[in-house]
């Protein structure tokens, strides 16, 4: 075991689907039945791995995310939790989020998850329009996933919806009707994907026609204009207080371990940083170059900016900020932050920025 205790956020990853969805390249796969003993013995592995290797650290977040967490019995759930207790020191106000999908979780059940200790809901509703729903290929139609939203809002849980905005067709004004809707939902938090096509996915093989970049350009600034939540990261938005913290820790650059198959970590041991996959996937060092480069990619994500510690000052370009004032200002807390315009062109500007 090493000596300095760092705290570390975790990610588990649960890869199981009732079925993939046209646009979902992520590691999941389709599955009605699991084995959940062997899966939840795996975890609680991995977790003993790491309570041995890193000592019995806090936990300010847990983030189930997947797959379908949902799919998960009580019993798996508790046994993780469990788990994660024994091998370290879970924070009395840790977040505890579940990602859910509608159709694979009743109120009996979300009352069940609570009594575990799930604090934040993270429900998949991606549209609010069945048609749209059924082109996803996603299982559930709009009433379903409202019940469940209905039903969270009961148990005054910290809810976050994600919806999928730039469907092949979609003009602006499509969008701004989709803000309107979601307005009414009563939300604190959501998130808005711009819809991705990725080449190993049945939308990859379809030949669709997108919208242009600038009419995605043209959707997400309608987004930010039309949504009562505001946003306080590329694709996040919320009422102050009711941010995702397991994201906001891990775009700010906090370590964190990844736990189950596929699930990517960055740890921290005595000042040394490492790149993780599982407990015996990979396990290699990183350069505090290397590490303050992946702090400028995900920090810049956010409103808030990232923040400039020595690492992170040895690299960047102080010039082209000062050069660029109408993309990138320094805040008052020691961040350097994209403007309204330099969030859509991010991309660009992390290749200006590093050194």
């Known amino acids: 075991m090493f000596n300095m205790l760092q705290a570390h956020n975790i990610y588990i990853h649960v890869p199981y689907c009732m079925s993939k969805c046209n646009y979902c390249a992520f590691f ?33 977040t847990i983030f189930f995310g997947g797959g379908t967490p949902s799919l998960m019995p009580i019993e798996t759930i508790s046994k993780i939790l469990s788990g994660i207790n024994l091998a370290f020191k ?8 579940l990602e859910s999908n509608p159709g694979t979780i009743d109120k009996e059940k979300l009352s069940s998850f609570i009594s575990t200790g799930i604090n934040r809901l993270s429900i998949g509703i991606q549209s609010l329009n069945d048609d749209k729903l059924k082109f996803l290929g996603r299982r559930h139609d709009v009433k379903t996933a409202l019940n469940l939203l209905e039903n969270a809002k009961k148990f005054d849980l910290n809810v976050s919806a994600d919806f999928i905005y730039g469907l092949p067709e979609e003009k602006v004004k499509d969008i701004i009707n989709l803000c309107k809707d979601i307005n009414q939902l009563g939300l604190q938090h959501c998130s808005m994907y711009e819809l991705t096509i990725e080449p ?118 102080m010039h082209y900020i000062k050069s660029n004032p109408d993309l990138l200002q320094i805040t008052s807390d020691n961040r350097v932050a994209a403007t309204e315009k330099g969030m859509l062109i991010l991309d660009d500007l992390v290749l200006n920025l590093v050194r």
């Not at 879970?90 to 989020?97: D, L, S, W």
């Open 90 to 97: 879970i924070n009395e106000n840790c977040e505890i989020t």
């Open 200 to 317: 190993d996915t049945p939308f990859g093989k379809m030949n669709l026609q997108m919208p242009s970049n600038e009419e995605m350009a043209d959707m997400y600034s309608a987004i930010n204009n039309t949504l009562k939540l505001p946003r306080y990261e590329v694709s996040n938005y919320a009422y102050p207080g009711k941010e995702c913290n397991h994201n906001k820790n891990i775009w700010d650059g906090q370590p964190y371990i990844g736990i189950g198959q596929g699930a990517a970590g960055r740890i921290l041991i005595d000042n040394q940083w490492y790149e993780q996959l599982g407990h015996n996937e990979k396990f290699e060092k990183l350069s505090d170059t290397t590490r303050a480069e992946e702090r400028i990619i995900t920090g810049l994500r956010q409103v808030r900016g990232v923040y400039l510690d020595n690492n992170v000052k040895k690299i960047i370009n």
């Open 28 to 60: 999941s796969r389709a599955c009605a039945t699991p084995d959940w003993k062997e899966y939840e013995n795996n975890i609680i592995a991995e977790i003993k791995y790491w309570g041995e290797k890193l000592g019995q650290i806090s936990i300010p």
